[in-house]
């Protein structure tokens, strides 16, 4: 757990409740580096973006295991 203040999944609400509920997995269970943007859903937006754009990017040669 960070030792940053965080909206565990419970308590969100509005952009914050959207944006968990499109990346959260099994029992509503959202990781911590992504809780640790909470309180500025932007740059979870951001991170999601960067993210998804470098690993599942349809161009990588990596095997999907590997990451």
Known sequence: MSWIK???YKQASGHL???YDHI???DNN???IIMAHSLRPHTMEGHMAL???VLHHNKNTLPKWFF
């Open 30 to 32: 959202v990781d911590n």
């Open 51 to 53: 993210y998804k754009a």
């Open 6 to 8: 965080t909206i565990p």
């Open 17 to 19: 409740k959207t944006l």
């Open 24 to 26: 959260k997995g099994p």
